[in-house]
């Protein structure tokens, strides 16, 4: 127990400082640094193009997932990118099949595209379908967070201005009175970096820990 615990902590340590790490940067990024106007709270109005801090976790698990490595991170790199075209697919089809207050629209195009995530699988290796869907998985959730634009008239704002959050036809149905809401497009950009993000990091994570792990003999 005691040898297996000595021979984690490099990687232990090295997952910890990262792990904060991103969460100071991406969080800074959207809320502090990178940003269109004060809220008064201390906080800043987000660009249209955000980090979205949860979103690298899911990579940098499927990376592990993967087997880690040079072939793990190539597989979650291509399955975050399936996967978040997979959820622009969503967000620009599903709407025009049905609009608020209907989810059958959205329903229905996920069947279609489930099911050619799934045959994907015959192309090869690469096409690593559980990182696939949890890049599909983090689309849809950031898309739903930030006001489901275009199934929701409107609901990924207008403008992005604080002046714009103080009228409800402009601030959007994203969280937080319309703080985060995000044309869908948007949406799938800043999902798509924050999900390579994370693979990198997995990747950071990996080969740090291998650097520091003292090598047996010494």
């Known amino acids: 127990m005691g040898e297996k615990i000595k021979g984690l902590l490099p990687l232990a340590i090295t997952a910890s400082i990262l792990v904060a790490i991103w969460i100071e940067v991406s969080l800074n990024f959207t809320f502090h640094w ?5 809220l008064g709270n201390g906080l800043g109005l ?5 980090l979205v801090c949860p979103a690298a976790f899911v990579t940098w698990g499927f ?6 490595g040079k072939t793990g991170f190539q597989k979650t790199v291509c399955g975050s990118i399936i996967g978040s075209v997979a959820g622009l697919i969503l967000m620009v089809v599903g709407p025009n099949v049905a609009k608020l207050p209907d989810f059958w629209g959205l329903s229905a195009t996920a069947f279609v595209i489930a099911f050619f995530l799934i045959i994907g699988m015959a ?23 930030t006001g489901l634009d275009r199934w929701a008239v409107g609901g990924g704002g207008t403008g992005n201005t ?9 601030a ?8 985060i809401s995000t044309p869908a497009i948007w949406v799938f950009v800043s999902v798509l970096a924050s999900l390579l993000a994370g693979c990198v990091l997995g990747y950071l994570h990996t080969t740090i820990a291998t ?8």
């Open 162 to 170: 604080v002046a714009g959050l103080g009228d409800p036809a402009t």
């Open 211 to 218: 650097a520091i792990t003292p090598k047996k003999g010494n």
């Open 34 to 38: 990178v940003t269109v106007g004060d």
């Open 63 to 68: 990376y592990f997932a993967a087997g880690g």
């Open 46 to 50: 987000p660009q249209l193009l955000h």
């Open 123 to 145: 192309l090869g290796d690469l096409f690593y379908v559980p990182a696939a869907f949890g890049a599909f998985a983090s689309v849809v959730f950031w898309w739903i967070a």
């Open 172 to 179: 959007g149905a994203g969280a937080f009175g319309g703080v």
